[in-house]
């Protein structure tokens, strides 16, 4: 068992940056790919970065690539999400995610590779 507690989101103007986290604890041990995800209002969940337990792998979506980074503190067991340069589109609540089970060696946009999910914090960008 995995537990993930996500932290660090708000409201914010647009162009503005924010900074989440995920607080993994439990069987952390674990733990290989962490990854984050969104989901709107009325919309399905999508994939946001991933991240390898090495950190020699990461992955973005087009939409968030050059403005978002993803990086992780295995001796903290903790992942971060730096977002700048934010837009109203990105309002959405952000859920933490990581794999326990396949350990692959390049980061992975796939929902179904991650098996514990937090419970999200909510993100807010005013035009």
């Known amino acids: 068992q995995v537990l993930l507690v996500e932290s660090g989101g708000g409201l914010v103007q647009a162009g503005g940056s924010l900074r989440l986290s995920c607080a993994a604890s439990?069987?952390?041990?674990?733990?290989?790919?962490m990854g984050w995800f969104r989901q709107a209002p009325g919309k399905e969940r999508e994939f946001v970065a991933a991240?390898?337990?090495?950190?020699?792998?990461?992955k973005y979506s087009d939409s968030v690539k050059g403005r978002f980074t993803i990086s992780r503190d295995n001796a903290k067991n903790t992942m971060y999400l730096q977002m700048a340069s934010l837009k109203p589109e990105d309002t959405a609540v952000y859920y933490c995610?990581?794999?326990?089970?396949?350990?692959?060696?390049?980061?992975?946009?796939?929902?179904?590779?991650?098996?514990?999910w937090g419970q999200g914090t909510q993100v807010t960008v005013s035009s």
């Open positions: 439990g069987r952390a041990f674990l733990i290989n790919t």
């Open positions: 995610a990581v794999d326990t089970q396949l350990g692959s060696q390049e980061a992975s946009g796939r929902i179904g590779v991650y098996d514990f």
């Open positions: 991240i390898t337990r090495s950190g020699g792998s990461t």
